[in-house]
Each structure stands twice: as structure tokens, then as C-alpha cells.
């Protein structure tokens, strides 16, 4: 069991950048692959990256291949996604997501965070 709590989310202008952060509970951190996800309103819960538990391997959507990164911090039991020349069409509600093996978590996840909001004005 793992309870994520997510935070960062905010106000910025096109061409911004943000760092969300997702807390995750538990002590094998680890060893769960971790996504971030967004839904933005009318759409359905689209992936935007992952990263795998040993951070050896990393994932993306092609909409925000080159603008966002994804890292971790296994000390901190922490994941962050790292989002740089924003757009209005990255608005959503950003979630984070974690799962033991990458298909699972981008394909499935178990367990969820609560959603942090991010909106981007032009």
C-alpha cells in the first residue's frame, strides 16, 4: 500500500515552468515505478511521463517530449515532474501515479494521488 500526496501545482503565464512533487508514503519507495498523469476538463486522464524505480529508465508523452522531465529522489520518497515552456493546452489537473513495474503503472496504476491543478494563461 502507498498513498501519494501531490503538490507545486499553480498559476503561470505561457512560456513558464513549474515543478510538481508527489510524497509517497511506505518504506519501499523504491521499488514502484511512478507516472504522472493530467485530465483536463471534458478529457479523459491522458499518461504524461514515467520513470522507472531505479530511475535508469524514463518515459514520455510526445506532447511534452523536450519541455518536461521526470525525476526521483529515493531518499526523499519523492517524484518530480519538471515542466518548462508551458502552454495553455498543458491546463489540467496533474496526478501522480505509482505501480511496481512501468506497463502496470502507465497502463493500470493501483494507487493515485489527489491531483494538483496546474493553469497555464496565454
Known amino acids: 500500500q502507498v498513498q501519494l500526496v501531490e503538490s507545486g501545482g499553480g498559476l503561470v503565464q505561457a512560456g513558464g515552468s513549474l515543478r510538481l512533487s508527489c510524497a509517497a508514503s511506505?518504506?519501499?519507495?523504491?521499488?514502484?515505478?511512478m507516472a504522472w498523469f493530467r485530465q483536463a476538463p471534458g478529457n479523459k486522464r491522458e499518461f504524461v511521463a514515467a520513470?522507472?524505480?531505479?530511475?535508469?529508465?524514463?518515459y514520455y508523452a510526445n506532447s511534452v517530449k523536450g519541455r518536461f522531465t521526470i525525476s526521483r529522489d529515493n531518499a526523499k520518497n519523492t517524484v518530480y515532474l519538471q515542466m518548462n515552456s508551458l502552454k495553455p493546452e498543458d491546463t489540467a489537473v496533474y496526478y501522480c501515479?505509482?505501480?511496481?513495474?512501468?506497463?502496470?503503472?502507465?497502463?493500470?496504476?493501483?494507487?493515485w494521488g489527489q491531483g494538483t491543478q496546474v493553469t497555464v494563461s496565454s
Open positions: 520513470i522507472s524505480g531505479s530511475a535508469g529508465n524514463t
Open positions: 511506505g518504506r519501499t519507495f523504491s521499488s514502484y515505478a
Open positions: 501515479a505509482a505501480a511496481h513495474t512501468i506497463t502496470v503503472v502507465t497502463t493500470g496504476a493501483p494507487y
